[in-house]
């Protein structure tokens, strides 16, 4: 039996278990992404890994590889709709890119670029949520989060901590810290943590060590 599935015309072998991006990533191939992390389970929160299986679109990070199966992720519309999916998510928010320390080094950033996106077409929600700087190591700022959950995921599955949590519902939907006064420094979080390490974008950032990196030398600037 085949333990291969098709994906853009290349055959990509898979495991037991694998999820299309899980043995996609492991063959080589680049299927965009932001809120998957090999090592969490998923949670088809961003939308941005949508591909086409056998013509009708999914996450390929909830999608279980199957024999057979025809995944198509370079197709010009799957590539207008993670442009969609990327400008909603700088509306959203506050990505004011120049100002940011994750310039350079940031998933959605770097995304965007990769997707073609040149704007938003729609008006930005400037959002005033207020900035957590009560961590003597680490700080806040959720008007850059993008709800991906990959802290909330960490700080359970690799820290166990259970710092994060995500509340709300529809656009009130927001970041929860779980401690007595909701605020960081109260919390269990430490800075090695992998839940302080792994936000994709500039939303949970160490102390002190902002635009430590030249630009042209930021790991995803562009030779
Ligand atoms: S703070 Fe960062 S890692 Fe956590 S949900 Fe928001 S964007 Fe994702």
């Known amino acids: 039996m085949s333990t291969t599935f098709d994906l853009d015309g290349q055959p990509v072998p898979f495991q037991p278990g694998d999820t299309v991006i899980a043995a996609a990533t492991r063959a080589g191939h680049t299927i965009p992404h932001l809120c998957w992390d090999p090592r969490l389970g998923p949670s088809g929160a961003c939308r941005l890994c949508t591909v086409e299986v056998n013509g009708r679109p999914a996450a390929a990070c909830t999608t279980r590889a199957l024999a057979g199966l025809r995944v198509a992720c370079q197709t010009e519309p799957l590539q207008q709709r993670r442009r969609q999916l990327l400008q909603m998510m700088f509306v959203e928010g506050n990505h004011f890119c120049p100002s940011c320390e994750k310039s350079g080094g940031c998933a959605l950033q770097s995304a965007a670029y990769a997707a073609g996106m ?106």
């Open 118 to 223: 040149t704007g938003p077409q729609w008006e930005e929600f400037y959002p005033q949520r207020a900035v957590d700087a009560s961590h003597p190591a680490l700080w806040l700022d959720t008007n850059r989060c993008i709800l991906c959950k990959l802290c909330v995921r960490a700080s359970t599955e690799l820290d166990g901590k259970g710092v994060f949590a995500i509340g709300g519902h529809g656009i009130h939907t927001h970041l929860i810290v779980h401690s007595p006064s909701g605020r960081l420094a109260d919390s269990a979080i430490a800075a090695t943590d992998e839940a302080a390490q792994i936000c994709p974008v500039g939303a949970i950032l160490p102390k002190r060590r902002g635009f430590a990196v030249p630009i042209g030398e930021r790991p995803q600037d562009t030779p």
